[in-house]
């Protein structure tokens, strides 16, 4: 196809003929099915029928993943970066186009995992969920605030089991951190910082200018998905796709669903009533090379309001925040919660441990009995196998839509506010910044035609 071809016709086209891409949008796939059908029951001697929409990069650990399922279908539009996964499964059928995969493998398949770029994260998974089929999406969930809500309302709808990818949750050290949170080991909290070392990927740039071929193994319209079209660049992809605005949720989107996480549950955060962002220069296309975003939490539950500061590009909380007895340094990645009684600290990029400060105040706490249940370990496969269980009868997965879809509004909505470069006022019931009509085309994304969830 010509590079010059126009993106409307394109889709017109292939619709009409059939041929290539199957272009089919989630509220059509819905029509085909029995209204409210539900899922296959698997019990848990048997396996499950699992298709995965992206088999490179993160998409080959989450296949990994589920290796000791059937994986009978996979899915992806670079069949370069896929190759090894495609290999590792020899068995399984390959396409470059999940529609044409759900579709023809709707009769074979239980569950689905959806590793794309986040622009591509919410068609596929609406479209699965809708057929009955158990997803498992990713971090972020999705990229807008408005995907966020047809996710979980889907997932409500359909009764599938759901899980997002932020791994994190499934550790025993995040969740035994939540429960001291829970039991108001801190006393009253009114102050959360949170921070990350990303961006590892270039940001805080202009469209590139140069048109260059396309890979003869990469289906550049599918890669695209709903995104506006463009020209190919290999500066979208592999993996800096991240810092555009088109296609990823830069450094807030990709890491706060694993760094917040720990603050959001444990704090019983909620919606905010507003949000601010400070960043050394607006992009039209990308994301800037560092920003600072202030949430503002109303009280709830009995808690007091919180204000949650988030720091990216090498910005960090001041050291003189942290109650730390020794000679210690802020590290690249991490959470804090100070309460009138003490702090909660987390290193990293996933709130798998914690100190409490100050130590010697702490020294020899045993705390709060276990609420919240245990893994039988804490990798990433854990994760995944505590889904997949889901998948076949158990417990809702800890990250499932009804939890992740509220964290991820929570922090794609940063980004509404970084773009706009303004506080805005959150209007949570009604989905509205109630000073800046000009949010709404950032909180609900345009679909072009065939892609209409």
């Known amino acids: 196809m010509s590079r010059k071809t126009d993106r409307r016709e394109f889709l ?11 272009i089919v949008s989630a509220a059509a796939a819905c029509a085909r099915i029995k209204p409210h059908v539900g899922p296959r029951r698997v019990p848990p001697s048997e396996k499950l029928n699992v298709a995965c929409v992206a088999a490179g990069g993160k998409g080959g650990s989450d296949a990994g993943n589920c290796k000791g399922e059937n994986v009978v279908a996979l899915c992806d539009a670079d069949w370069k970066r896929a190759a090894k996964t495609f290999k590792s499964f020899p068995k399984a059928r390959t396409y470059k186009d999940f529609r044409e995969m759900l579709e023809k493998e709707e009769k074979n398949i239980d569950a689905v995992t959806v590793s794309t770029p ?3 994260h919410t068609a596929p998974a609406v479209m699965a969920m809708q057929m009955g089929k158990h997803v498992y999406v990713q971090k972020p969930l999705t990229r807008t605030v408005w995907e966020c809500r047809v996710m979980r309302e889907t997932a409500r709808k359909y009764g599938v089991a759901t899980q997002m990818g932020n791994q994190g949750t499934a550790h025993s050290g995040l969740r035994r951190a939540v429960e001291l949170l829970h039991a108001g080991v801190l006393g009253p909290v009114h102050e959360a910082h949170v921070w990350t070392n990303r961006p590892i990927w270039p940001q805080g740039m202009d469209r590139p200018v140069e048109i260059q071929p396309i890979r003869e193994d990469l289906a550049w319209e599918v890669w695209l998905g709903p995104a506006p079209w463009r020209p190919y660049n290999e500066a979208y992809l592999p993996f800096s796709w991240r810092g555009w605005v088109d296609f990823g949720s830069g450094a807030l989107g990709d890491m706060a669903c694993h ?50 500061t988030w720091y990216d590009g090498g910005k960090r909380p001041s050291r003189e925040l942290f109650a730390f007895e020794k000679d210690e340094k802020v ?39 276990e609420t919240i249940p245990r893994l ?54 009604n989905m509205k910044a109630r000073n800046c009509p000009e949010a709404d085309q950032l909180i609900k994304p345009y679909y072009p035609k065939g892609w209409v969830l």
């Not at 017109?12 to 199957?22: C, I, P, Q, V």
């Not at 990645?333 to 010697?360: F, H, M, N, R, W």
């Not at 995944?384 to 929570?410: D, I, R």
């Open 259 to 308: 760094t917040l996480n720990m603050p959001f549950w444990g704090l019983k955060l909620g919606y905010p009533t507003s949000v601010e962002a400070e960043v050394p220069k607006l992009y039209a296309e990308s994301f800037p090379e560092w920003s600072i975003i202030r949430y503002e939490f109303p009280a709830r539950e009995g808690l007091p309001p919180v204000k949650l």
């Open 331 to 369: 590290p690249e990645s991490g959470a804090l919660v100070i309460g009138e009684k003490g702090q909660l600290y987390s290193s990293g990029d996933y709130g798998t441990s914690y100190q409490l400060l100050p130590e010697s105040r702490f020294e020899g706490f045993e705390g709060p009995p």
């Open 12 to 22: 017109e086209t292939s619709a009409r003929t059939g041929a290539g891409l199957l």
């Open 118 to 120: 986040d622009h591509t």
């Open 376 to 429: 039988p370990g804490d990798s990433e496969s854990w994760h995944v196998k505590e889904w997949l269980s889901a998948c076949k009868g158990g417990p809702p997965a800890m990250s499932n839509f009804e939890y992740s879809a509220f964290l991820t509004e929570v922090v794609v909505l940063g980004n509404v506010a970084l773009r706009l470069g303004k506080k805005i006022e959150w209007d949570a019931p």
